[in-house]
T-cell receptor, first 116, second 112 residues
Framework: AQSVTQPDIHITVSEGASLELRCNYS??????LFWYVQSPGQGLQLLLK??????LVQGIKGFEAEFKRSQSSFNLRKPSVHWSDAAEYFC??????????????FGSGTRLSIRP | ETGVTQSPTHLIKTRGQQVTLRCSSQ?????VSWYQQALGQGPQFIFQ???????GRGNFPPRFSGLQFPNYSSELNVNALELDDSALYLCASWDRVDYGYTFGSGTRLTVV
C-alpha cells in the first residue's frame, strides 16, 4: 500500500540551530515528492518539490530537501531556523505520470516548535 | 485570477443538517481535490474531480458529494452532518504547467 511516514510527531529546536525533518515513503515507483508547511488554522503552503534530476532541491524560506532512492526518503533540512518556522510540516507524494494528477498522500505531519 | 479561494472560512452547523463548501481555483486548473483535516491530523483525501467528473474517491461515505463546474469552481456537499465531520476542509487544484497542487486556506466546519 502507498504510504508516507513521518516518524517524528513533534520536534523542538533552538532558534539558529539546524533542522532535519524525516520522511519515508512506500510506493511502487518513485513518486513526485513534496513538502508543505501549515501554520495554525491555515491552509498548506508548498515549500519544495521533487520530480526527477538533481536529488537536492531548494525551496522557499531557506529550506532544502534531499531525495535518496535507496532509502525511500525525502528529508527536509534548514541550516538555521527562525522563530517564524514554527508550524506543522507535511511530507506528501503524488503518483507520477498523470496529466490530471493523482491524489496527494500525506504523512501525519511533524510539529516544529522553536526554543528562543 | 491566481490562487485557490475557499468560502466560507468558518461555519457552524447542527448535527443532521446539510452543508455546501465552495472552492474557486485558477483558470486552467482542471483537477480539483478535496481533503478533510481533523484537528491534529494530516489531510485525508475525500475525492477528486477532473473536467467535471469524479475520478477518484477516498474512504468517505456517499453523504460526501461534490461538483465541479466549467468555470473552475467546485463544491463539497455533506449531508446528515455528524459531530465527527467537524474539521478543516481543504480544496486543492493541480497546476499541470508547474506540476504542483495549490491549496486554499480552508473552511473550518464545526458541527454541534
Amino acid at each position: 500500500a502507498q504510504s508516507v511516514t513521518q516518524p517524528d510527531i513533534h520536534i523542538t529546536v533552538s532558534e539558529g540551530a539546524s533542522l532535519e525533518l524525516r520522511c519515508n515513503y512506500s510506493y511502487g515507483a518513485t513518486p513526485y515528492l513534496f513538502w508543505y508547511v501549515q501554520s495554525p488554522g491555515q491552509g498548506l503552503q508548498l515549500l519544495l518539490k521533487y520530480f526527477s534530476g538533481d536529488t537536492l532541491v531548494q525551496g522557499i524560506k531557506g529550506f532544502e530537501a534531499e531525495f535518496k532512492r535507496s532509502q525511500s526518503s525525502f528529508n527536509l533540512r534548514k541550516p538555521s531556523v527562525h522563530w517564524s518556522d514554527a508550524a506543522e510540516y507535511f511530507c506528501a507524494v503524488v503518483s507520477p505520470g498523470y496529466s490530471s494528477a493523482s491524489k496527494i498522500i500525506f504523512g501525519s505531519g511533524t510539529r516544529l516548535s522553536i526554543r528562543p | 485570477e491566481t490562487g485557490v479561494t475557499q468560502s466560507p472560512t468558518h461555519l457552524i452547523k447542527t448535527r443532521g443538517q446539510q452543508v455546501t463548501l465552495r472552492c474557486s481555483s485558477q483558470s486552467g486548473h482542471n483537477t480539483v481535490s478535496w481533503y478533510q483535516q481533523a484537528l491534529g491530523q494530516g489531510p485525508q483525501f475525500i475525492f477528486q474531480y477532473y473536467r467535471e467528473e469524479e475520478n477518484g474517491r477516498g474512504n468517505f461515505p456517499p453523504r460526501f458529494s461534490g461538483l465541479q463546474f466549467p468555470n473552475y469552481s467546485s463544491e463539497l456537499n455533506v449531508n446528515a452532518l455528524e459531530l465527527d465531520d467537524s474539521a478543516l476542509y481543504l480544496c486543492a487544484s493541480w497546476d499541470r504547467v508547474d506540476y504542483g497542487y495549490t491549496f486554499g486556506s480552508g473552511t473550518r466546519l464545526t458541527v454541534v
